[in-house]
């Protein structure tokens, strides 16, 4: 079981559920038609962000990165001297996610909060992979060295940052229902509501020839 969870294949799945998670969220708010509190392409740019990582996990990109970045350093005579740099570096990460959610929390309009849990983790999925790509020391030995049942604790932090992230894909349908496209157009058969304006005028004549035709038979 850990060897399954510890695979490539396995992550990158992970990924690609959050992606269909988007679109089928995209899917969903753009039957609802106009409305000024959904936003449909924001999950199509989140789609594209988790097929992205997706295939990066699939590939092994951040392993492949890294590798190329200790070689440059060892090149380059300061690999010995190199964790001053990779700890600026993570804490720049870590700057620029608090950065970001806090300017998310402040701008992002009310009639759109919906997108905000769901944004806030997938820029920390793409955070953390920036962060396992510095590969820092102290950070790494946490990482890949420990563990929970078998599975490092790097990948279980994977794992449980997108389950989070797809109960927030979920959470964000709540209000986010289409609406029947037969009731927005007047020539649609079936479940159409027609105008109260319609129902009186047409109840008025009703009344009207019922009134009628009684005066009538009162005559004879």
């Known amino acids: 079981m850990a060897e399954v969870a510890e695979g490539v294949i396995a992550r990158a799945a992970m990924y690609g559920v959050l992606a269909a998670a988007a679109i089928w ?8 038609g106009p409305r000024a509190d959904l936003w449909p392409p924001y999950w199509l740019t989140t789609a594209l962000l988790f097929l992205g990582m997706g295939f990066g996990r699939a590939v092994e990109i951040g392993d492949l990165v ?17 964790r001053p740099v990779q700890a600026a570096m993570v804490t ?45 020391h102290h950070v790494d030995t946490v990482l890949y060295r420990w563990d929970v049942v078998g599975v490092r604790v790097g990948t279980v932090i994977e794992y449980l940052l997108g389950a989070i992230t797809l109960a927030a894909i979920f959470g ?49």
């Open 92 to 136: 720049l990460v870590a700057v620029v996610w608090l950065a970001m959610v806090v300017l998310a929390v402040l701008r992002v309009p009310e009639r759109r909060r919906r997108y905000l849990p769901s944004s806030i983790l997938a820029l920390t999925l793409a955070c953390y992979a920036a962060v396992r790509v510095v590969s820092l």
């Open 172 to 220: 964000s349908w709540r209000g986010a229902l289409p609406r029947p496209a037969a009731s927005s157009r007047l020539g649609s058969p079936g479940r159409h509501r027609w105008p109260c304006s319609y129902r009186w005028s047409s109840d008025s004549r009703t009344a009207a020839r019922r009134g009628a035709f009684s005066g009538k038979n009162m005559e004879l």
């Open 66 to 82: 890294t590798q190329i970045g200790r070689e440059q350093a060892a090149g380059a005579g300061w690999y010995e001297v190199r």
């Open 25 to 32: 969220s995209w899917n969903r708010e753009r039957r609802s």
